[in-house]
């Protein structure tokens, strides 16, 4: 465990080639990796530099696997808020990785057994190597939304209130958002073998330095991240890390 690498940037575009040069780092540097990747608008310049290195002949993704981070619950198939359905649009198809190579949480039947289930098949494969995550202005990871401990397993998630806001702007309004989630736990995330966290914008100003400065605390699920056992690196744009 070492404290987190920190890396402030001035703007979106450097954020997205910063965190790119990470992923392509550890899939470069071992061809068969599990990824976990985060939904949400943060990555989705990341994913799009990743894409255009791949379409460039400059990234194999040939030996990703992935692993879903999280998903709402209550859905009918094909319903246009599936985080699936965001994870393929701005990862899978644009990394050419097809539906074979992912794990999908699961969103019925039993969940708790599921979950349990989900987390001893992902143990027995190894985990995951890179966890590529977002921060909620609540400090969640995933949708481990506070309080959250660090033990936390995968499982059925209430979205918290400050959720339900902010991803009203996915969706047109809080009406729209789903309320209940399924989630990677902390447990697994913090498993990882590397921890990718970025961060933009004034609106996470005071949560990222909750996160990274404040006590470490189940208050503040991110805070953990200085707990990981594996190599943190975080990705913050000036206006996040400044507040302006
Ligand atoms: C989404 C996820 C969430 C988001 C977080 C930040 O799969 O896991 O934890 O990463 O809510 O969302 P954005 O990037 O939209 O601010």
Redesign the pocket.
């Known amino acids: 465990m070492a404290d987190p690498h920190l890396m402030v940037v001035d703007d979106a575009a450097r954020l997205a080639r910063a965190g790119a040069d990470v992923v392509a780092d550890v899939v470069h540097a071992d061809g068969h990796v599990t990824i976990a990747p985060?939904?949400?608008?943060?990555?989705v310049g990341m994913y799009a530099d990743l894409a255009e290195r791949h379409a460039r002949g400059d990234l194999d993704t040939g030996g990703v696997s992935i692993v879903q981070?999280?998903e709402y619950l209550g859905l009918e198939p094909g319903d246009r808020r599936a985080?699936y359905g965001w994870m393929d649009r701005t990862v899978l198809r644009p990394l050419s990785i097809d539906a074979g190579r992912v794990s999908r949480l699961p969103t019925d039947g039993d969940l708790d057994a599921a979950c349990a289930a989900f987390d001893r098949d992902l143990g027995a494969r190894g985990g995951i190597d890179l966890a590529i995550?977002?921060?909620?202005?609540n400090g969640?990871?995933?949708?481990n939304e506070p309080p959250s401990d660090a033990a936390s397993a995968t499982r059925t998630v209430d979205l918290t209130r400050d959720?339900i806001e902010?991803?009203a702007r996915?969706w047109g309004s809080e009406g729209d958002v789903p309320t209940r989630a399924v989630?990677l736990g902390l447990r697994t995330l913090l498993d990882a073998r590397r921890i990718l966290l970025?961060v933009?914008?004034a609106s996470?100003h005071a949560i990222v330095r909750r996160a990274l400065e404040g006590p470490v605390g189940e208050d503040v699920p991110a805070s953990f991240v200085r707990e990981a056992r594996g190599s943190v690196t975080v990705v913050v744009d000036h206006a996040a890390w400044e507040g302006e």
């Open positions: 985060a939904t949400g608008d943060t990555p981070l999280d985080l995550l977002g921060l909620g202005t969640h990871l995933g949708f959720t902010a991803n996915y989630t970025l933009a914008g996470k």
